[in-house]
């Protein structure tokens, strides 16, 4: 019931910035926890950042949490009234450099969930290239 798309990806240096978007459609953006997950070459999908649903209209409602790897320089956050999650990714390294993959869950009882099998929602992925 809900559809995302992500963007934002792109070719960055080692120490340099971007931002990924996951636009959503369907239930409003606030309804549903919201997860960034990765997948790099030769590896299994891995979690990277989560945020909560919010309780209202608001650019960056809701708890968040993080993989340690990417602790401190990423931020997950949202922006209910554009139906839009973001990932702000600094200190770019290249073990960063990996297929990003937005995902959603409504309802259920998981606070914060990380788990893959906790979100039946996902974007098709947009590319991040980090060069040393």
């Known amino acids: 019931q809900v559809q995302l798309v992500e963007s934002g990806g792109g070719l960055v240096q080692a120490g340099g910035s971007l931002r990924l978007s996951c636009a959503t459609s369907g239930r409003t953006v606030s309804a549903y926890t919201m997860g960034w997950f990765r997948q790099a070459p030769g590896k299994e999908r891995e979690f990277v950042a989560v945020?909560?649903?919010?309780?209202?209209?608001?650019?960056?409602?809701?708890?968040?949490n993080y993989a340690d790897s990417v602790k401190g320089r990423f931020t997950i956050s949202r922006d209910n009234a554009k139906n839009t999650v973001y990932l702000q990714m600094n200190s770019l390294k290249p073990e960063d450099t990996a297929v990003y993959y937005c995902?959603?869950?409504?309802?259920?009882?998981?606070?914060?969930?990380?788990?893959?099998?906790?979100?039946?929602?996902w974007g098709q992925g947009t590319q991040v290239t980090v060069s040393s």
């Open positions: 995902a959603a869950r409504y309802l259920g009882a998981t606070y914060l969930p990380s788990s893959i099998s906790d979100y039946p929602n």
């Open positions: 945020i909560s649903r919010s309780g209202g209209i608001s650019r960056s409602g809701g708890s968040t």
